[in-house]
């Protein structure tokens, strides 16, 4: 999609950047918040529906139901975006309501009573899950978008996604070392949750108002249609490939997902899983090291 500048002209840095440091540094902690909140569900949310009675079968019926609805509602929830128009920008917006969808969403699904029945137990795990998957979705897709409305220099958006990389690679450290430890201290699955989404939330306000949209599309430009997109979808063999290598990722990831069974009752202890998640991240960290050389 063409774009051009607002009529206000905006001073750019030494570097060509049109953005200040405020802005790239609150771009980077926005995504610590976000992915606090993705790795706890990505990694302890099927434990705590086992812990809670629902039978191991079931949470992954669960979760199979929840990625198939996370695979349409990425692109209709971009389309919407598209043909959206607020007064105050085109993505700050969406990401603004995220601040109160995502905490709220991720705190109501590990709420779950252990006193009610088993079938009003799967009820609320569905639809909880499910509406933590919209509320992710309003967080994620703004978030990449917002770079191509802050600046139309391509190297400082690259600047501004590996800054948000690096964040998010911080946070799920953080997280995946050290929530075990913590659960352990308090002692419950929602006390835990409910200070990491204050915490998260604390480190997603500041871009919200912090960034600017500068850049706008060129007036009486049409977006793509629903069924534009779908029939694109089909036509495009490299995007079919990368949906394919992502379903190929979160069918290898599942041993992530058994972490936490793995260090309960084989080695006895929940804590072990912060020792598992760091020799899982090492080589990742290393080779990273080596990707920009390959």
Known sequence: MEVKQTEKPTRKSKLGFMTTGGERFSYGLYFVGQNIFYVFIYLYLSVFFTDVGIPAL???GIALAVKVWDAVNDP???GVIDKVRFKKGKFLPWLRLSLIAIPVATVLIFAIPSSISLTAKIVWAVLAYVLWDTAYTICDVPIFGLVTVMTDNQGERTSLMAIGRVAAMVASMVVALGVPSVREAIGGWLPTIIILSVIGLITMVPVCFKAKERIQPKEGEKGVSFKEMFRYLG?????LLFYLALF??????IASTLGM?????CLGAETMQSLLSLASLIPSIVLGMFIPKI
Not at 248 to 253: E, H, K, L, V
Not at 261 to 265: I, K, L, V
């Open 261 to 265: 069974y793995f260090s309960r009752h």
């Open 235 to 239: 036509k495009n063999k490299y995007l």
């Open 248 to 253: 190929i990722s979160y069918s290898t990831n």
């Open 76 to 78: 209709l929830f971009g």
């Open 58 to 60: 079931t949470v992954a």
